[in-house]
T-cell receptor
Framework: KAGVTQTPRYLIKTRGQQVTLSCSPISGHRSVSWYQQTPGQGLQFLFEYFSETQRNKGNFPGRFSGRQFSNSRSEMNVSTLELGDSALYLC?????????????FGPGTRLLVL | KQEVTQIPAALSVPEGENLVLNCSFTDSAIYNLQWFRQDPGKGLTSLLLIQSSQREQTSGRLNASLDKSSGRSTLYIAASQPGDSATYLCAVYNNNDMRFGAGTRLTVKP
């Protein structure tokens, strides 16, 4: 059974640009959550999507958005990139929800904003 | 605002030793608490999830306990092995948000 995949694995952008990251969950999983990890702030929860609807949201500005498709694949978008958005972005999937059961994490996308 | 603290920040032990990692949180009205393991370059792995109504969860050599009233959780690792070397993070869920501690970096020396 394939694990959670994230593309791209590495990305370099400049300030002001926007970026879209993709996450394909484990087959059958309907919940996808996104996290940001930085040396300064640690690991932070961004949001969770379940059956194409955002179900939970962390404390991030509106520049961070996401969506989920009918096949449960999810994308995360960051607009007007700032230097502080440089981070490792992780996604995780589960059957019924991020906060109800064990999650399975992808390898992450490392974003560098110059 | 929920704050999660993990002590110690780093821990080094000889192989075979039993050890305890600590996690404390400021708001006891949590829905659940999870423990994760992060290996450099290998991503994050969920270890144990404890619902607010539970006191502990066990998986192999790992045992996690939860005391909501005191805002504390512990992760007990029995008979530690070099392969247990990693960063261990705890996270609590309440108010539709999830807050992580900064982690404890564990090194188990052969």
């Amino acid at each position: 059974k394939a694990g959670v995949t994230q593309t791209p694995r590495y990305l370099i952008k400049t300030r002001g640009q926007q970026v879209t990251l993709s996450c394909s969950p484990i087959s059958g999983h309907r919940s996808v959550s996104w996290y940001q990890q930085t040396p300064g702030q640690g690991l932070q929860f961004l949001f969770e999507y379940f059956s194409e609807t955002q179900r939970n949201k962390g404390n991030f500005p509106g520049r961070f958005s996401g969506r989920q498709f009918s096949n449960s694949r999810s994308e995360m978008n960051v607009s007007t990139l700032e230097l502080g958005d440089s981070a490792l972005y992780l996604c995780a999937s589960s059957f019924v929800g991020t906060f109800q059961e064990t999650q399975y994490f992808g390898p992450g996308t490392r974003l560098l904003v110059l | 605002k929920q704050e999660v603290t993990q002590i110690p920040a780093a821990l080094s032990v000889p192989e075979g030793e039993n050890l305890v990692l600590n996690c404390s949180f400021t708001d006891s009205a949590i829905y659940n608490l999870q423990w994760f393991r992060q290996d450099p370059g290998k991503g994050l792995t969920s270890l144990l999830l404890i619902q607010s109504s539970q006191r502990e969860q066990t998986s192999g050599r790992l045992n996690a306990s939860l005391d909501k009233s005191s805002g504390r959780s512990t992760l007990y690792i029995a008979a530690s092995q070099p392969g247990d070397s990693a960063t261990y993070l705890c996270a609590v869920y309440n108010n539709n948000d999830m807050r992580f501690g900064a982690g404890t970096r564990l090194t188990v020396k052969p």
